[in-house]
């Protein structure tokens, strides 16, 4: 029978099989031999062992689609990064180092802001001109309220989504009400820090309908990128690609040098001045760790 990783503890894999619910397996040895490790994601072939208490054993890994380094999951279609509109005020650079991550997967990602009960007109009218020109889909919601729900179920439909963003944004909220089987626990912010407290133990996917998973991640404060070229950093930001190759200079970095086509377009406000200060920010971080 053939089903999907939901969720793996201590050596044991929890497969949810379409129509038949949930097993408890164990990964053949050869697994090990060829130094394959069973990923949450994965679509398995299992052989089941007992029907009543519902065990079974992986017998083989059917091929994936994605495979991302951390969180440690495979056979994403999309993925959900939620940050608040306020309280936290969003963190633009982590936002964006996500973007670069998914881009570089190839995963198509939709921009969720939360806690729109927390926020002014003038701040959501801040968070859309940052990401107007980039092609992201971007959703407002409050988790709390419901609101906008109806939009987010209907991106999810049909696919395995990654739910991702720092602690505090109200991601557990958001996950509670999009579905009823599993229940995230919520954590309080800090008044003092307006940090969330870490309120996801480990990757897990929640299955919703027929064909719907949701991906819930652990939060966290900083993302790990695959090893990636400085001169392939521009092509992971959708918004300069109208720009390519119209500079002056070949292989032109959209930094320091002249008639640039990105510094001009910036300057006439058709990309985000935050989203290119992270542009450059990032682009030193790696030309940085390349000199070690």
Do not use: W
């Not at 894999?13 to 090990?32: D, T």
């Not at 944004?169 to 009400?177: C, D, E, F, H």
């Not at 404060?221 to 119209?246: N, R, V």
Request: glycine share 8%; proline share 3%; aromatic share 10%.
């Amino acid at each position: 029978m053939i089903g999907k990783i939901i969720r793996g503890i201590a050596g044991f894999y929890y497969v949810y099989i379409e129509g038949f619910g949930e097993y408890e397996c164990k990964a053949k040895g050869i697994f090990r031999n060829r130094k394959i490790k069973p990923l949450v994601g994965d679509d398995v072939e299992v052989e089941i062992l007992k029907k009543d208490s519902k065990t079974g054993n992986i017998v083989d890994i059917l091929e994936r689609k994605s495979e991302l380094i951390r969180p440690a999951v495979a056979n994403i279609d999309q993925a959900m990064i939620i940050f608040a509109v306020s309280d936290p005020a969003p963190n633009y650079n982590l936002l964006d180092r996500f973007l670069v991550m998914m881009e570089q997967q190839g995963i198509e990602t939709i921009i969720c802001f939360n806690k729109m009960d927390k926020a002014d007109d003038e701040e959501r009218k801040s968070v859309e001109e940052v990401y107007r020109n980039t092609g992201y889909q971007i959703l407002f919601t409050n988790a709390l309220e419901g609101e906008g729900m109806e939009e987010v179920k209907a991106v999810l439909k049909g696919k395995t989504t990654a739910l991702a963003g720092p602690s505090g944004v109200g991601k557990s909220s958001l996950t509670n009400r999009l579905q009823t089987k599993v229940s995230m626990q919520t954590g309080q912010i800090s008044e003092k820090i307006k940090r969330g407290k870490h309120t996801t133990r480990h990757s897990e996917l929640i299955y919703m309908e027929e064909h719907t998973y949701l991906l819930d991640t652990p939060g966290f404060s900083s993302l790990y990128l695959k090893e990636i070229e400085k001169e392939d950093l521009q092509g992971f930001y959708p918004e300069f690609d109208h720009y390519l190759g119209q500079c002056r200079f070949q292989g032109c970095a959209h930094i320091n040098e002249p008639d640039c086509a990105v510094k001009e377009a910036l300057e006439e406000g058709k990309i985000s001045e935050s989203r290119y200060v992270n542009y450059k920010l990032l682009y030193e971080e790696i030309k940085n760790q390349k000199k070690y």
